[in-house]
């Protein structure tokens, strides 16, 4: 993880101290065995960074046309970019046919990480579940995948296609783990925006709703930051593409502020521990995190955040948001939430999975 970091996060402004930073990046990728060169592929590819991750590789390399190194990277790279080419194909096709039959459609989650992508496809649509999923079967031979008790309550199907290796994950009429965020999801469409990925041109949510997103995804789902996550978010911090003002007002409104506050804390202090400076948050910002990446530790392929009480702070205050919102109905939903990780938690040791139910 260490080393894929520095892949990423290397400093680019060219100082002394980048300049010897990367001088002994390029000595250890130049070195690097092919048992280690496989782990870190491998682990890219958890991360979501391949592309990026090889590309500066890549760059680290002798000229040389024949060097062993740089031919494992282009092989990596050729099939990587040979899926997403695939995937982008089908992604495009799929938002095509929703809006010619004029459901409302946007891609969340799985374009933030271009040129890399995401494992699966996720959309929004605020459109009928039902009418959806018959749609899907019927113009795309897919097929329904069982929905476990969080699926449910999440308001989530995953579809798979023939042809298409990923599964398609959409989101109907709700967003979070327990489908509880109905603010930000009733928005999410009005509020989206057109970008250009590859040859083709899809619906993304704006910067604001992204971050929320990646936010309760990452603070009140996982509990855990892939690679990509600080990448993505650094993009966008660096090259102020984020509207604070926008960002708190919705955040707030759904009632994840606090929440938002410490994901950009964490991404920010993250890229401080590789590039020997912090990105800039307003003071606001800073104030609102209840913490930061002093806390955040790697395992098992991720960066994980504690769930023990900081997390769990969260959770309660969102929750406590929602009820003087008298969002009562969220609030029913979201109090499932500690039973249903409960739930898949003795599942997974009795059964050795929480599927059906996480």
């Not at 978010?233 to 759904?254: P, Q, V, Y």
């Not at 401080?272 to 002093?294: I, M, T």
Request: with cysteine; glycine share 6%; charged share 25%.
């Amino acid at each position: 993880m260490a080393l894929l970091s520095r892949l990423l996060l290397i400093p680019q402004d060219g100082d002394n101290t980048s300049s010897s930073m990367a001088a002994g990046l390029r000595s250890e990728v130049r070195n690097i065995s092919r048992d280690r060169f496989h782990d870190l592929v491998t682990l890219a590819s958890s991360n979501h960074v391949v592309v990026r991750g090889l590309e500066v590789f890549l760059r680290m390399m002798p000229e040389a046309e024949n060097d062993i190194r740089a031919e494992w990277a282009r092989n990596a790279l050729e099939t990587e970019r040979a899926r997403i080419t695939l995937a982008l194909s089908f992604l495009s096709e799929i938002c095509a046919a929703f809006e010619s039959e004029k459901y409302d459609v946007a891609v969340i989650k799985s374009l933030d990480h271009w040129p890399d992508l995401g494992s699966d496809l996720d959309l929004y649509t605020n459109s009928n579940s039902s009418d959806v999923s018959e749609f899907m079967k019927s113009r795309f031979d897919a097929r329904t995948a069982p929905q476990s008790w969080g699926d449910r309550l999440a308001g989530k199907w995953n579809f798979s296609i023939p042809g298409l290796p990923e599964a398609v994950e959409i989101h109907m009429g709700r967003l979070g783990q327990t489908g509880e965020q109905v603010v930000v999801a009733s928005r999410l469409a009005k509020r989206s925006r057109l970008v250009t990925i590859g040859d083709y041109a899809f619906r993304v949510p704006s910067v604001s709703d992204r971050i929320m997103i990646s936010t309760l995804q990452r603070m009140y789902r996982h509990f855990y930051f892939r690679l990509c996550d600080i990448v993505d978010s650094a993009e966008l911090l660096e090259t102020d593409a984020i509207d604070f003002e926008d960002l708190r007002s919705s955040a707030m409104d759904a009632g994840i502020w606090e929440g938002v506050a410490t994901y950009l804390a964490i991404v920010s202090d993250c890229v401080k521990q590789y590039r020997g400076y912090d990105l800039a948050l307003p003071p606001f910002v800073r104030s609102a995190a209840r913490f930061g990446g002093e806390l955040v530790y790697y395992s098992s392929e991720f960066l994980r955040v504690p769930i023990m009480p900081q997390s769990a702070r969260l959770y309660g205050s969102q929750l406590a948001g929602l009820f003087r919102k008298r969002q009562l109905q969220n609030c029913a939903r979201l109090s499932l939430l500690p039973w249903l990780a409960t739930a898949a938690v003795v599942g997974q040791r009795i059964t050795g999975s929480d599927k059906g139910i996480w």
